[in-house]
Structure formats: C-alpha cells, structure tokens
C-alpha cells in the first residue's frame, strides 16, 4: 500500500438512499418496520442511560433545520433533519435527512447513512409501537388525515404491529389521496377516499394526523373524536404547528416521547406547562398504565426524538456490517503519526 494511500481507520460505512432502498426491499417494509420497533422499545426500556436535550433548531420563514443528537455509554449518534412544507412547489422534498453513528470511546464514526428514507420508516414505526400500547383492543379501521410521503409508511407498519387493514383517506389535496390509494390498494389494504376530514374518522378506531403546513391549524375538532379512539398526532412537529383542537387534548390522556420537547414543540403547546403527560418509556418499562379502558380516549402527541433515530442507526450498522449494502468513504483523516497532520498533507502533495 501507498504511504499516501489512506489507513483503514480513514474509511467510514455509508449507506446511500440506493443501498437504503435495495435493503429495506429485501428485507421487506413491514419486517424492516417490525425491526426498528423492536430497536427502539429495547432503547425506550433503557431510557436513562441516554444523554437527553431537546433537537437544536434553526427556523426561518420558510422551515426548520434541526440537529438531534444523543449517546448511551458506547455511542453518540445524531441526525441532520429540515422541514420546509413548501418545498414541493420546487420539486423539493418537504423533510430530509442524514445521520452518523460515532464511538464514544474514540470519537470516529461508525456510520454514516442516509436518513429521509430512514426517518419516514422509524417515525412510521414509532407510531406502530406506541399503538400496541394505546390504541383500542381489536382496532382494524384508521382513518388517515394528511396523505404526503408518510401515509404509506403509517398504514404499513400499523398492519405489521397493531393489525389495522382498512384505512379511510382524506387530504385537502385529492391528488395526495389519489397517490395514497393506489399505493396502499396494491398493498392489499381496503381503502376509502373520502371527501372531508371528518368522513374520514367515521368508524375509525384509531386516528392519524399527518399534515404539513407550519402553522396552528385544526385538522381535528374536538365533536370529530369519541370515547375509545387513539389519536396519533404526528404533524404537530415544531413551534407554532399544531393540528388538534384544545379541547380535545383535555379530554384525552396525553403520552409523550420527551416532555421538554414535546412542549415546545407538540400539540400541547397550546396547554399549560404543568398539565399532565405520560411519558412513554415509563409504559413500556411496566412504571406508567398505557390504555386503561374501552372508553378512555389515548392521544400519542408525536414530535420524534434522537433516541429513536439512535435506534434506527444502530438496526442499520447491524444490518451493513456483514452485508453489502454500504460504501467505505475516505472520511476521516488518519496520519501514520497522529500528531503529524500538516506532514500528511505535505506529503500528499
């Protein structure tokens, strides 16, 4: 080997969006969905080993760029998110993503991969998760109010998990449901396009919210909810975006990922800051009750935190460690005398 040519401690994994894709195909969404729950319960159950803050944001006019990081004792990891709900009009994807996996024991990263197609999957299963938890026992029928880039995601990893098969779809975009439907009937899902929000939560034992637009909106009012029903509110994802009337959140028994996030960022910021939430690692470590009734109505107020996305970085170094579904890349710069950078960069020219 060239003393010029780099060390193997230069080269980092790094799974494209081609190899994320071919991995998750061969595998299959719901399974690669079933996985990441499996991830990210395990890690929920170990909730205090983590380092824990809320996402940095940026915010502009336009959206929000975002850093979320977190590590246990072994690894650090983080993601790199934005949430621009007008980039469509541009052919640009409203939410994209990347993230690394590092050692804290050495400071080098482990991973680095492609996280948009990733995030849609371990948000998706997230949901599911929280829904073997909350939703009605028995629950077939969703009702699914915003059609974008995750609704597909939801409906699946909500079969894989919670069992539900037959979805009723409204968007204030009927070409959103039109591509929605499709997707979903060639899926084997029984689909209904619906005309209104509140057609689509008719029958509905579980609901989900998925809308875009940066911006307190009331996709749910509080006369569109019964008793019994799970509400999964995941497009209520920054300040100043909520989707859910306020009376519904005092009616509901709220459960959370991160209460100093969530209230900064969830539907309840519209409530007081001392108003009662469950967290939800505490259900799933048996500490806290999860659905108690037939009748009590459970709400998942969803903004996504790094230790899911932690999670969803380690199933993915899992998978790409013996497989092929990762590049190396000459990331890293390893001199063969660690204190002799400027020597390296001489060399080399």
Same mark, same amino acid.
């Given at each position: ?87 469509? @009009? ?77 979805? @009723? ?81 005092? @009616? ?38 999860? @659905? ?58």
């Amino acid at each position: 080997m060239s003393p010029l040519a780099p060390s193997k401690l230069a080269f980092v994994p790094f799974v494209s969006v081609a190899n994320m894709m071919k991995l998750v195909n061969e595998i299959g969404p719901e399974q690669v969905m079933r996985d990441l729950a499996a991830y990210i319960e395990e890690d929920f159950r170990r909730w205090p080993d983590f380092d824990k803050t809320p996402r940095v944001a940026s915010h502009s006019a336009e959206g929000v760029i975002e850093l979320m990081p977190t590590a246990d004792a072994e690894n650090y990891g983080f993601k790199y998110v934005n949430g621009h709900p007008k980039n469509g @009009r541009t052919g640009h994807q409203t939410v994209t993503a990347f993230g690394v996996l590092s050692s804290v024991a050495t400071g080098y990263p482990l991973l680095m991969t492609e996280m948009t197609m990733l995030t849609a999957l371990r948000t998706a299963a997230t949901s599911a998760l929280v829904g073997k938890y909350l939703a009605p026992k028995g629950a077939s029928v969703m009702g699914m109010i915003g059609n974008g880039a995750q609704c597909e995601f939801q409906a699946l990893a909500f079969r894989a998990i919670c069992g539900i098969d037959t979805l @009723r779809l409204y968007d204030i975009d009927p070409t959103a449901t039109e591509k929605a439907a499709k997707n979903l009937i060639a899926q084997g899902f029984s689909v209904t396009k619906c005309r209104s929000a509140e057609e689509a939560v008719e029958g509905a034992q579980v609901i989900t919210t998925c809308t875009a637009d940066k911006q307190y909106a009331t996709i749910l009012t509080d006369n569109m909810v019964g008793s019994g029903i799970h509400i999964n509110a995941i497009g209520g994802d920054c300040p100043g975006k909520t989707e859910l009337h306020r009376d519904i959140l005092t @009616r509901s028994e709220i459960f959370v990922e991160y209460p100093p996030q969530t209230r900064i960022e969830g539907e309840i910021q519209a409530l007081d800051e001392d108003h009662p939430v469950t967290e939800l690692w505490k259900v799933m470590r048996g500490e806290a009750e999860g @659905r108690r009734d037939a009748k009590q109505i459970t709400l998942f107020d969803s903004v996504g935190f790094a230790i899911e996305d932690f999670s969803a970085l380690r199933y993915i170094h899992d998978r790409v460690k013996d497989g092929d579904y990762a590049q190396m890349l000459d990331l890293m710069a390893d001199p063969d005398d660690p204190r002799d950078l400027f020597g390296m960069l001489t060399r080399a020219g």
